[in-house]
């Protein structure tokens, strides 16, 4: 059988930070950057894994559970086995312009990647949604239970549904996936991504840490999840740390609705002030950001961005902001200034337009 080729997107997200586990809502938004994989399958059960970012080639059986970037690979295969599919050996290439570790997704891009290619050598009908909700989920599981990292579904599910030139809202109580249209170039106005270059882990303990305080929170309102629990009844979390991080996902929950609404208006001030007060939540209750995070929002807002925040779990990588596209340069210029006069390694900035989701570039 010929060589597969796939591609998926990163995402940055809009609004809706460390809502996913928490069966609430967020907002991401695919970005045009891409992994591609080059599938070759083979007849017997062997991987063999290069990636053009990592000097690592990894060989071994489909059962084997590696360590390091390998897993991502390997455990998406094995999570489509898991599942019935009859998943073959591979010879795998990966390349990609997804920055990695910047708190854009590149993992989900990765797995969403080879879970499409592999999707087109075991003949699934990838223009079926609930194909690419189950490919979805498989990613996800390899992302928790091979790789060991506790993330929510978000970057697998817009990476799997993206639409281009929408945000997806996404609910994590009913599993819905809502396209929302996106029309900022009417407006006037861009997306800017702001890699910090602080590299994240979500491996590290402070994403999982924060899934624990959050189920202890919903443990202590006597609820299933913090999507369950209203503003009010937070006062009777004693403990105020907890009682903090609950109050960032009830409220971030409703600055996703709030957002959504925004964007249906066309009422891009109000949409920025969700923005600011979300990096504001992040910073202050859930404490996720970071000094070089609040340089970068900081700094982009009082150079004419209508709104920012930190976005994506956490700890470093990346900022969003939404700016006039008439100020993005100098926005840009103004952050790196900062950053530069700060002594900080100089960001990454990316304006980007909401990208396509997961597909197959060529074969089988
Ligand atoms: P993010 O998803 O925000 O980029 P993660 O820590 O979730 O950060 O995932 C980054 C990890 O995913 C990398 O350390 C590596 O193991 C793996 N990975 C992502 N992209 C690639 C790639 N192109 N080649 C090899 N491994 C990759
Ligand atoms: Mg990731």
Known sequence: MPAVVASAPGRVNLIGEHTDYNGGLCLPVALPQRTTVTLAPRDDLTLRLTSAQEDQTWEGRVEDHPGGWAAYVAGVVQAMRDDGHAAPGLDASVDSEVPVGAGLSSSAALECAVATGVAALVDLDLADRRVRRGLAQACIRAENEYVGAPTGGMDQTV???????????????????????????????????????????????????????????????????????????????????????????????????????????????????????????????????????????????????????????????????????????????????AFRDAGLTQPACYVVTPGEAARLESGP
């Not at 639409?163 to 609910?171: I, R, S, T």
């Not at 170039?185 to 840490?209: E, Q």
Request: glycine residues 10%.
């Open 159 to 337: 990476a799997m549904l993206a639409e281009p030139g929408h945000a997806l809202l996404l609910d994590f109580a009913d599993g819905s996936a809502t396209p929302v249209e996106l029309p900022l170039d009417g407006a006037g106005l861009v997306l800017l991504v702001i890699d910090t270059r602080v590299s994240h882990a979500l491996t590290d303990g402070g994403y999982g840490n924060r899934r624990q305080e959050c189920a202890e929170a919903a443990g202590a309102l006597g609820v299933r999840s913090l999507r369950d629990a209203s503003l009010s009844s937070l006062r009777s979390i004693a403990d105020p740390v907890l009682r903090r991080r609950a109050r960032h996902v009830v409220t971030e929950n409703l600055r996703v609705l709030s957002a959504v609404g925004a964007i249906g208006d066309r009422s891009w001030e109000a949409l920025a002030a969700v923005l600011d007060a979300s990096h504001v939540s992040m910073r202050d209750d859930f404490e996720i950001s970071c000094r070089e995070l609040d340089l970068a929002v900081e700094t982009a807002r009082t150079a004419g961005a209508l709104g920012a925040r930190m976005t994506g779990g956490g700890f470093g990588g990346s900022a969003v902001a939404l700016v006039p596209r008439q100020l993005s340069s100098a926005v840009q210029d103004s952050v790196l200034g």
